[in-house]
Each structure stands twice: as C-alpha cells, then as structure tokens.
C-alpha cells in the first residue's frame, strides 16, 4: 500500500500520455503531459482511491506493476508513450483516471466517492477501491463491472479488411484510448454520485449513462492546448469543422502526397482508433453527428445512438457559445469580410481563439457536471437534465451574460429534447421550484438540531458517525413526507448525504448540502394482470439541496405513488416488456436486465 504524504511532497504528479491514441502517432498534439493530485504510490500504480491491477485473463497471467514513484520515473515525467510496454499502459490509465476524478472533484465541490462495496472480501486491501485492469481480456470491449468496482479494458486485432490506420491484424489496446478511459471512468464516478441512474426504467436511463460519458470524454479534448492550436489553424477558427484543411492546397490534378489531403478533426471525434481498427472506417461516435431533427429521439432506442442525441445538444450549445465569444476576434482579424484561410492564422490570433475555447469547455464541463447534483434521484430523463442543468447554472449565476444557459435550452429543443411537467422553454419555467413546504425548524424544534449536526458534518465530515446522520436524516424526513414528496406508505432510506464546498463562476464560495431519500416497492408485476409473468423493482425519491442556515431550497422528486408514481411505474412496465420482446425475436436468448441492460451488455462490440 502507499505510504502517508510528507511536507516535502509536490502538490502535482507530472504524467505524459496519449491526447487521443496512439493512431496519431508521436506528434506534438498527441503526445502531453498532465498534472494530477500528487500521493505516495505503490507499484501497480496503487493510490488511495484507485489500483491499477494489470491480470490478463485471457493468457492467466500478470505483468509486473510500474513503480512511479521511482526516481528515474518520476524525474522525467513517467514513461515515455509506448505502444508496447504494459508499464505504459499501467501509467496512462492511471493517469488519466485521476485526471478524470479532479475534474469531477473540482466542479461538485466535494471527494469523488465510489459505489458501496458488499463484496465478500472485506478484508482485501483493495476493498472499496476502484480497480482498473488494462489488458482484462481479448475482447474489442470495455467497460465498468459494478459488482467488481472495477473498470475491465480489453485488447484485440485490428480488422484485416478494414483497418484504417491500423496496421491489419495489429493489436489495438483500449486502455491507450484516452478517450475510453475517460468514457469508462465518468461511468464509475456517475455510478457513485447516482446510483440507482442505471436502472432499467426507460429509454433514457441507460442512454443518459452513455451520453453523459461521452460527453465528459470529449470536452476534455479541449483543455489540450496543443491540439486545440492545431486544430484551431487547420479549420480557420471553426473548430467544429468534422475536416481539418490540408497542410498545402492540392493541385488542380488532385492530391499527390499526404500534406495535400485532409484529415477528421480528432477533437470532435470519440475513439478514432478503435472505430477503425472494428472495420468501421471512422471514429466510434462524433460530438455533431447529424444536422438536428427534433423527431429522431422518437425513434432512436439503441443506448449509444439516443445518448448520441444528448451529446450532439450539450456540443451544439458548446460550439455556439464559443461562436458567439470569438466573433469580434474574427472581425478584428478580418475586417474586410473575408473568408478566414485555414493554416494562415496569426499565432497571436490562433492563442486567444484557443484560450476561449478552452474557458467556454471548462464552463460547459462545469454547468453539466454540477447538474448531477440537481437531478432526481431516480428515473433520469434527457428533460430532467435539461431542467437540472438550467437550474444548477441559474442557482451559480443569475444572470446569463454569454449566454450559457440560452444555448443549451435552444440546442435541447432543437433536438426533440422535452421536460415533463413544463409550459415553455423560458429559464423559469425550466427550473425546478424552489421548496415551499413548511419550515422545518418552525414545526419541529428537534429538526432544528438535526440542521446543526449537518452543518457539523459538514464542516468535518465524520464518517464513522454517518450511518447515524443517515438514520436521523431519514427519521425525520418521515415528519415531513407529503412537503418532500415522498410516499406515506412506503419505507424511507437515506441514501447519502454530501456537503459541498463549490467555487461560483464569480469566486466566491458556497457550501451547501445535497442529501438523496429513496423509497422502493418491490416485486411489482411486468404484466399487471399477470403477476406470474415476472416482477420488477420499482423506485422513487427526492433529492434535497441544503444550505448553511439548515434551509431546503429544492426538493426534487420522482414519487412512488399518486397520479405520477402510477404513470411512472406503467412506463417502466412498458419499457422492460419491450426489451424483452426484442430479445425473444432471436432464437435461444431471454432477456435479463442485469446481464443486457449492463454497462457490458450494452458496451458488447462498443
């Protein structure tokens, strides 16, 4: 195990690793270095939330862990890329999964915390940790096992038809996809922060997973200072140009070598080397796929393709802002009107468009990551996010100067993208109301001492008392059921409690409580008229958000019961009894949620 940090310790561990693959080569924009919170490490590498554990399943064996913290390591920033050294690989999934978890950690304003482990090994050293294995097994796969807590990277041989730019029959490694790793990493983290998000209660559940990963993964394409210049260069400032211009123009006889012929734009692309080497001849997934349809999500059920949906919204807003924030660069550049020239921009010219670019990704990063806290606990649909998101941002910053918040409710609509239970697509009708139910300090003295324990809790989260804290948070709760929207008849649980400490758009610092209450009916009938065709569990809940003085300032629910549990729970019904009919068309297969409807079911051939 690692040992305990000293005073003389770095605040930052320096890493170099693939931008995107190692399909791009060694060139400047895909070859970086990245800085993550420094910790003593032990050789795998094995930190305090996550251990890198290199068995290969397939060949049963296991290759020897790197050692970062060696001073010949450590001096030149780790290893260098490589495609064949598995010590390489061990360092870069580190790294960039560390990466991912201090994006996390930096915009909810709080520790990333893994799911509950109840596996049987309490005594393992690794228990409760997050294990990353880079070579699984041979398999064109990846994906995060929940009851492993673990993220499983596999390896396989490029298509010898099809290979792109893979070297036919080569072996391509997942686990040096940055993209990927993001991917599979923002599924942990999510699973964490939500984890009932997963549950197979319509469409929208298992494509927001998806979605969402996506997204994480290909916003951090942009806080790549080298690749965003070149990029910014090749399309003339339009960087969500799908193709990059050539070095040269070609002749009027058409392309001769490679400088004249022009290239996807990687940062708009999701895993180009793996979208390839599966005979795909493109990338896997694309931040603009298709031009906006607002009916293509009636019709769109597969998990990656309605995530698709989600994600193409999220960049459309992110693109536009950026748009809108370099336009008077652009004018000034060219005040005679004309048309920019791709490769031709001034360096002075091509550095700010780089740096807007960048602050506009990291404010989008942080509008959709803190929206998770201002989500349901349950039940996530695209117009719960959208909701989330606008809230999340207004509650950050009420006014809306650039823009933000404009763009990502015009791109949403654009997309066919809904909320229940709204009116309009004005700001104020897509926030969530703040909590009118009655004041819980005026009806209930001892509630009032509840909110002191929180604000202590937050102050110096006790996490050896917090099963305590849960357990008055739910007792309480139970006074206050119909103002928290919660059932009368069903059990209350508490399902976690966080304080958060988030730096606002405008520096300042807010700390607030985000705590889940979820209710569960079990063994409800697939088929309401035939309870021995199959059962299924059904969830509600509310997530309350709390400030300092103890206040609940939002409180939003999904209810179990009522007019809307009884829609909800036919939803449900409908959606399971329509994912197995589709499984029963193919010969010998049964449908199982948890097999089928899995991050491995579901990432099966990507």
Known sequence: MPRARSASDPPDRILRVYAFDPSRGARLENHLTIRIPYEKLAKGPVGKKVVVIDYDATNRCYYEGVNLDATAVLGQ???APSESDPQFHQQMVYAVVMDTIRRFELALGRPVRWRPDHSPATDSPFHSMLKVY???MQEANAFYDPSQHALLFGYFQASEVEAGVNLPGQLVFTCLSHDIIVHESTHAILDGIRGHFNDPTGPDAPAFHEGFADIVALLQHFSFKDSLLDTIQRTGGLIHRKQLAPTVAAAKTGPMIQAEIGEDNPIVDLARQFGEAMGNRKALRSALGTAPDPRLLERTFEPHERGAILVAAVFDAFFTVYVNRTRDLIRMAYPDGRDIVPNFLHADLANRLADEAAKTAYRIQS?????????????????????ALVTSDRD????????YRAALINAFRARGIRPAGVLSYNEDALSWDPYQGASATASNPDFSKLWKDLN???????????????ERLWGKADTFRIELGLSLTFPVQAKSINPLHRVQPDGSLRRQIVAELLQKQDEVPLVSE???AGTFVFRGGTTLIINRQGEVRFSISKPIDGPAGEERRQQQRDYLSRMAASFALAPYVAFN?????SFRGIHRGY
Do not use: K, M, W
């Open 593 to 597: 949620p948890e097999r089928d409807l």
């Open 396 to 403: 950050a910053a009420s006014e809306d100067g650039v823009g």
């Open 77 to 79: 920033n780790g290893l």
């Open 134 to 136: 880079p070579h699984a």
């Open 456 to 470: 202590a809790y937050e102050d110096e989260p006790d996490r050896e008392n917090e099963q305590q804290l849960y």
């Open 530 to 532: 035939d309870p021995g």
């Open 367 to 387: 509008i959709c990551l803190r929206a998770l806290d201002y989500c349901p606990p349950v039940d996530i649909t695209f117009g719960d996010y959208l909701r």
